[in-house]
């Protein structure tokens, strides 16, 4: 079975889930932009976690994701949006 690659796409700041060619260079047919659904699971991953996640390259740590919950912004998102749509916003 081929290899799972996802990454970022420099033009579109994208992520993409798919297979890359032979030479690792390009993408083969059928990538999918699964941005939303990877930045999700990042931040369910960390959560669980319970404190910041290192990543580390070569050895060396590179970065630190820090994971904030915003409850009830959804609720306040959708209500505004519903007073907008009748014309009370």
Do not use: F
Request: charged share 25%; hydrophobic share 35%; glycine share 14%.
């Amino acid at each position: 079975m081929r290899k799972l690659h996802v990454g970022t796409s420099p033009l579109t700041n994208r992520i993409y889930a798919g297979h890359v060619l032979k030479d690792g260079s390009m993408w083969g047919e059928g990538k999918q932009d699964v941005t939303g659904a990877a930045c999700g699971a990042v931040c369910e991953y960390v959560l669980a976690n319970g404190e910041p996640v290192m990543v580390t390259c070569n050895g060396k740590p590179k970065y630190e994701i820090t994971v904030r919950e915003l409850c009830g912004i959804t609720e306040r998102i959708t209500l505004d949006e519903r007073s907008a749509e009748a014309g009370h916003g």
